[in-house]
């Protein structure tokens, strides 16, 4: 089956930096990635539609200019957490969608999990 | 809004025990229905679907039927394994799931032997 990958899987920094997350398919060709957020003890929440070769499109009160979503090429789009603080503390997850045999599913990367300090 | 409402746990089963996870769901339109189960250290993996109302979605002996009436799309497995531990999330899309997916908080199950 279609394979999504992220790295890193758990990353910790600093109040103040950035951090850039990835996320791959792995044996396919994905025009459409998503990134999602998770609380603890939440549902994962749609953040951004990434498009290959074009912006991204953010859900409503999502920050644009904190969550910089790069999509550059067929396999791969990254998330670029900016100025992270504490609150920025979660689990992402990415997910990207396959087209085959004339439907479509989404897959799902396994998450990374971002701790400021 | 849309909206997806499910059992919240932690649940724990013995082996070949009765499973039912309830979910409710609110949306404007005629949403398709999904359960997707995220397996530990693994990402969320579509367990079945359902895109009209009274579809039965099933999988890996696991099934959900569609229920316009109520709202619901419930999961049940009449024996549990403990292959079945997991985290299972109850999901509804207005686009058919190639789109956005708007998520349940999740259940986790825990199957013992």
């Known amino acids: 089956g279609a394979v999504v990958s992220q790295h890193p899987s758990w990353v910790i920094c600093k109040s103040g930096t950035s951090v850039k997350i990835e996320c791959r398919s792995l044996d396919f060709q994905a025009t459409t990635m998503f990134w999602y957020r998770q609380f603890p003890k939440q549902s994962l929440m749609l953040m951004a539609t990434s498009n290959e070769g074009s912006k991204a499109t953010y859900e409503q009160g999502v920050e644009k200019d904190k969550f910089l979503i790069n999509h550059a090429s067929l396999t791969l789009s990254t998330l670029t957490v900016t100025s992270a603080h504490p609150e920025d503390s979660s689990f992402y997850i990415c997910?990207?969608?396959?087209w085959g045999a004339g439907s479509y599913e989404q897959y799902f990367g396994p998450g990374t999990r971002l701790t400021v300090t | 809004g849309n909206s997806v409402t499910q059992m919240e746990g932690p649940v724990t089963l013995s082996e070949e025990a009765f499973l039912t996870i309830n979910c409710t769901y609110t949306a404007t339109g005629y949403p398709s229905l999904f359960w997707y189960v995220q397996y530990p250290g693994e990402g969320l993996q579509l367990l079945l679907k359902?895109?009209?109302?009274?579809d039965k979605g099933s999988n890996k002996g696991f099934e959900a039927t569609y229920r316009k009436e109520t709202t619901s799309f419930h999961l049940e497995k009449g024996s549990v394994q403990v292959s079945d531990s997991a985290v299972y999330f109850c999901a509804l899309s207005l686009q058919g799931g190639s789109e956005k997916l708007v998520f349940g908080k999740g259940m986790k199950l825990t199957v013992n032997p």
């Open positions: 359902a895109t009209k109302a009274d």
């Open positions: 997910s990207a969608i396959y």
